[in-house]
């Protein structure tokens, strides 16, 4: 009877230790299954009435960059990290015993046969992933909500899974073989701590960053007066989605597609409007961005109603304290963009109520122009 309570035990506890090594490892290339199922036709759909509602005629689809290819390679390579760390400590106990020395598990202690370093480098590993298990799985199921879910993705939170565990290491390492049995308070706290590491490691690592901030501050060098930040409405982590796409600086924004900026963010498209009509002007203007904005300019489409013959562009030069030349030079410039043009009127197409309804009239075709006479949007 006991055998038979024992063995059932047994199995009902390995059968657990498999459920879980499958949920974890499986999370993810479920989260990829459910994009292409159904999120990416609520995706295309919405990529379609903003175009509508623009007045742009494109071949550019939004299945030619959410390919199942793309996401073949991420999607493994974070699937494969879930799954043996799934295991391990799925199976600790079955093999920690076995381990006598690691140079993992043990850095410049190795060769001393730490049993009791070994121990708590395993616990502070399990918690690190864990913690970076959660983060990651709370972010994927956010950008999938959000028809945001690109293969980027799944690569940034295998790295942050494999930096959390290597911070969470470095911590054990930091404590050592004298603090893994006499620091009894802090060691109590250890598990806590690579936790926290695994929600989040780059708090671990700003410190040194902000000790070297000159070396490693991409804004720091000579880039200030283009970067995203001065661009009003751009949030932390919305800069940090566009990073994610190549674009680092104002330049990037105002030289990048329309088209392509539907495609691969998550961004309304008069919210995208808006903000390449800030960064175009933000790299005519630089420094004296500010001055401008101060009298209602924000962007290149307010410069498109300014007339000239009434010499409004010199009220507002001085009103903004700003050269009256530069800003005549600037003006003329916009208005012989037809680039800037042509995002003038699909800005005008997507604040006007109704606008879906008039989109034959104001259509501007991207794929049928002339040669030498296509805008590239």
Known sequence: MITLTFLLAFNILFIGKIMMVIIIAGFMPLSAFSFFKSMLPKKERDYQ????DMGINTEKRVRDVYTPIRYLLPV?????????????IAFTNDFVGEIGDSLILTGAFFGDANTDL??????????AFLGSFIWSSFAVTVRLFSKDLVPSVYYRAGIRMILAVVIALIISFLIGKEGATNIFQFKSSLVAIAFLAGMFPERFLQYLINLFKKFVDPDGLNTNELSLYRIEGITMSQKERLEEIGITNAQNLATYSLTQLCIE????SRTLLDWIGQAKLLCYLKEDID??????IRSVFDLVTVRRSDNEIGFIADAASISETLLKNVNDQVLSDRGILALAGFQEGVNTPGAEENQKENQ????NAPVGERIDV
């Open 291 to 296: 001055k401008l904005r101060s009298v209602g």
């Open 364 to 367: 501007v075709p991207e794929t």
């Open 118 to 127: 070994i121990r708590q480098s395993l616990a502070v590993v399990t918690y």
């Open 76 to 88: 493994s390579f974070i699937t494969l990290i879930c799954l043996l760390a799934a295991g391990f």
């Open 265 to 268: 963010t998550p961004f309304e």
């Open 49 to 52: 009435k903003a175009m509508n």
